[in-house]
């Protein structure tokens, strides 16, 4: 009995060891701080850059939420796929104009924003993310979104070209998104490779139909997929959380470690 209890546990560590992932230590993990990579301007956009130690192998396309690299915690939560092990590069996806931090401030129309930063106008600022990555001969690259990036990850995942995007651009090896908003059925279905979702409890953009919609459809898609819901969170938590308040840091970690995990694995 112990001695093949200790061999499973042996292989588990083995597993986790080859695949170079910090499975439960959430220290690389940076809710609040300050950020460690760098702006720079590339293929006309601006991105945020920030690299692990040594020479990275693989890459992350971080894609924000409405809040853009503008705000911390995005850079933040980059900062940690690179302590991660990958190349993490942020687009500035809303050109430098990003929702305000509080969206009921008078003033701020959401369906005006959004109009304005459709697939036209983002699709080429994910491209251009994408090309620099390329640049740097990285060929592994990852696709992490949250919120609304959640359904630029799967467009980035997908094909580029149907999806409006900038011709002859392949897409991500892998996706991750955390509770994605206006996904569509179709940009499910064009996913290329594996692909992995993060959903909150609480969530009036993908509720619990939605989220029942979405995974038939990965399952149909014939990728490998994984839909984790986490109890206790609303939408956004894989980014902005109340630390203090144990289940919503406990879902920003795990939710974090899911798609380290998953491009760990997976790209
Ligand atoms: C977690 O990782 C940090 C480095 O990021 C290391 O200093 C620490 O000792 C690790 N903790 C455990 C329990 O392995
Ligand atoms: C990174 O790559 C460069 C160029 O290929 C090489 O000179 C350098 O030694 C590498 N560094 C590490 C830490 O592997
Ligand atoms: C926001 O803008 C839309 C048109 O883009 C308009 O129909 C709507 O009334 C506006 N909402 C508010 C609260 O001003
Ligand atoms: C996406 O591209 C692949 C080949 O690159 C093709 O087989 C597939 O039909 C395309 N899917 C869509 C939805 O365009
Ligand atoms: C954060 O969570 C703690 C613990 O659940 C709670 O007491 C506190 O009111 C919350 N803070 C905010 C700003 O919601």
Same mark, same amino acid.
């Given at each position: 009995?112990?001695?093949?209890?200790?061999?499973?546990?042996?292989?588990?560590?083995?597993?986790?060891?080859?695949?170079?992932?910090?499975?439960?230590?959430?220290?690389?993990?940076?809710?609040?701080?300050?950020?460690?990579?760098?702006?720079?301007?590339?293929?006309?956009?601006?991105?945020?850059?920030?690299?692990?130690?040594?020479?990275?192998?693989?890459?992350?396309?971080?894609?924000?939420?409405?809040?853009?690299?503008?705000?911390?915690?995005?850079?933040?939560?980059?900062?940690?796929?690179?302590?991660? *092990?990958?190349?993490?590069?942020?687009?500035?996806?809303? &050109?430098? %104009?990003? +929702?305000? @931090?509080?969206? /009921?401030? $008078? #003033?701020?129309?959401?369906?005006?924003?959004?109009?304005?930063?459709?697939?036209?106008?983002?699709?080429?600022?994910?491209?251009?993310?994408?090309?620099?990555?390329?640049?740097?001969?990285?060929?592994?690259?990852?696709?992490?979104?949250?919120?609304? *990036?959640?359904?630029?990850?799967?467009?980035?995942?997908? &094909?580029? %070209?149907? +999806?409006? @995007?900038?011709? /002859?651009? $392949? #897409?991500?090896?892998?996706?991750?998104?955390?509770?994605?908003?206006?996904?569509?059925?179709?940009?499910?279905?064009?996913?290329?490779?594996?692909?992995?979702?993060?959903?909150?409890?609480?969530?009036?953009?993908?509720?619990?139909?939605?989220?029942?919609?979405?995974?038939?459809?990965?399952?149909?898609?014939?990728?490998?997929?994984?839909?984790?819901?986490?109890?206790?969170?609303?939408?956004?938590?894989?980014?902005?959380?109340?630390?203090?308040?144990?289940?919503?840091?406990?879902?920003?970690?795990?939710?974090?470690?899911?798609?380290?995990?998953?491009?760990?694995?997976?790209?």
């Amino acid at each position: 009995m112990l001695p093949s209890l200790f061999g499973i546990l042996g292989a588990a560590a083995a597993t986790a060891w080859a695949y170079g992932c910090p499975v439960a230590n959430t220290s690389i993990l940076a809710n609040n701080g300050t950020p460690v990579g760098k702006e720079e301007v590339h293929n006309g956009y601006n991105i945020y850059i920030t690299k692990p130690q040594g020479n990275a192998t693989a890459a992350v396309l971080y894609l924000t939420d409405v809040f853009g690299i503008q705000l911390a915690q995005n850079k933040l939560l980059a900062d940690s796929f690179a302590r991660a *092990g990958f190349l993490t590069v942020a687009p500035d996806m809303f &050109n430098g %104009t990003p +929702a305000p @931090g509080d969206i /009921n401030v $008078p #003033g701020f129309n959401t369906t005006t924003f959004l109009d304005r930063h459709g697939p036209a106008q983002t699709d080429p600022i994910v491209a251009a993310g994408l090309a620099y990555i390329r640049s740097l001969g990285i060929a592994r690259i990852g696709a992490t979104g949250y919120c609304y *990036g959640g359904r630029y990850a799967f467009r980035a995942g997908g &094909n580029l %070209t149907s +999806a409006g @995007g900038k011709a /002859n651009t $392949p #897409g991500t090896q892998a996706v991750f998104a955390a509770h994605p908003s206006m996904l569509t059925d179709a940009e499910i279905s064009a996913i290329q490779g594996p692909a992995s979702v993060a959903a909150a409890e609480t969530d009036a953009m993908m509720p619990a139909a939605r989220r029942t919609q979405i995974t038939s459809l990965l399952q149909a898609s014939g990728k490998e997929y994984s839909f984790a819901v986490y109890g206790g969170t609303h939408h956004g938590f894989g980014v902005r959380v109340n630390e203090t308040d144990p289940r919503q840091r406990f879902a920003k970690e795990e939710a974090f470690l899911q798609a380290v995990r998953w491009f760990s694995v997976w790209l």
